[in-house]
């Protein structure tokens, strides 16, 4: 999926005013691994709107000068929001395990070694699965009434 933000020149991209904290070589990444120790509401946040998707995310996070890197809340239709500010850090997985996020490049270089260092994964998509299920169930015992 291509997206038009921040420095694209895709065709039909429409050149946007970027923030000053964003450079040319800044891109929002496709990368598998986790967040890790970022259960805390200061280095992760979410907006749980059903009504925004994963362009409005990309559009908040690029704009938002501290977040480095986000996706969607919730997974089984692809909208709300949930994002990482600095000093949250990104466990690459190099062995295809682990949830997709979008990162941001500058702030997560990926590691020459490729090696998965295998550290602690409990992350803020705990808490997204969590709550996903906790709704799923609510929705299941409606429906059943």
């Not at 200061?42 to 986000?70: A, K, M, T």
Request: with cysteine; glycine share 10%.
């Amino acid at each position: 999926m291509n997206h038009c933000f921040g420095f694209s020149s895709e065709p039909g991209c429409v050149q946007e005013e970027s923030p000053e904290c964003r450079t040319s070589p800044d891109q929002f990444e496709k990368r598998r691994g986790g967040f890790v120790g970022t259960a805390s509401s200061s280095r992760c946040y979410r907006n749980d709107s059903s009504s925004i998707g994963l362009s409005d995310c990309w559009d908040q996070c690029w704009n938002d000068c501290s977040c480095v890197g986000f996706d969607t809340y919730y997974k089984n239709n692809g909208s709300g929001c949930v994002f990482w500010r600095e000093g949250a850090q990104f466990e690459q997985s190099y062995d295809g395990s682990g949830m997709e996020y979008y990162v941001l490049n500058s702030s997560f270089p990926i590691s020459k070694d490729n090696s998965d260092s295998g550290g602690n994964l409990y992350n803020c998509s705990f808490s997204s699965f969590l709550s996903l299920f906790l709704i799923c169930i609510k929705l299941q015992k409606l429906n059943n009434q």
